[in-house]
């Protein structure tokens, strides 16, 4: 019963955490309005697979992410450079794309591995969240079953709020589909995401 709970609370938080404008589910609503289902599945999956072992980094090594600046700064770095060179990619196969930007696009598991490792979010997020969960005592991850029920509910929460943004823009905003503005936003929003992080990374 307490692995349950712990299941439900994480999908809820997970789910909710999921809702912020950003570039997983601007991507995701982008397959939609093309009416890319089966690449959309494939893009939630691989993200809310990547959202497991990023849930698990935050159970396990919460004191040592939040008390080390060298690998928040690092990470940032790296994440500010290839979300760069990705909003690049991203905006010139939007006009005219390139054999293998055309792959890249196509396939919805590899760029959703690649968009939600690179997520500067998630891992901040979920360290901040379980830590919280656990000082208000709605979850408790002292044995491996809760703690994977806790994760499990993480990933069920990430890939429910995708698969829904998904059908949504197909259903919901079709008259927006041939507007070429739309394809172009998953690209700008990464580009103002790695400029931010190497702004931090330079300047803060």
């Not at 691989?46 to 935050?58: D, G, K």
């Amino acid at each position: 019963m307490e692995a349950l709970l712990t299941l439900s609370i994480a999908f809820l938080f997970s789910f909710i955490g999921t809702i912020p404008p950003g570039t997983m589910n601007l991507t995701i609503i982008g397959l939609g309005l093309e009416h890319r289902i089966s690449t959309a599945w494939r893009f939630a999956l691989a993200a809310a697979l990547i959202e497991y072992p990023y849930a698990w980094l935050a159970v396990e090594f919460e004191n040592l992410i939040t008390s080390s600046p060298m690998i928040t700064a690092n990470f940032r770095i790296i994440t500010g450079v290839v979300m760069t060179v990705l909003g690049v990619i991203s905006l010139r196969s939007s006009q005219k794309p390139s054999p293998f930007a055309k792959r890249f696009q196509e396939s919805g598991f590899r760029r959703g591995i690649l968009l939600a490792l690179l997520n500067p979010l998630a891992l901040p997020f979920w360290v901040a969240m379980t830590a919280y969960l656990k000082s208000q005592r709605w979850i408790d991850l002292d044995t491996n079953m809760e703690v994977h029920f806790y994760l499990l509910g993480v990933s069920l929460g990430s890939l429910s709020l995708l698969i829904i943004l998904a059908y949504l823009a197909r259903r919901v905003v079709r008259q927006f589909q041939g507007n070429t503005f739309l394809k172009k936003i998953p690209g700008i929003t990464l580009l103002v995401l790695g400029a931010y992080a190497l702004i931090q990374y330079f300047f803060f």
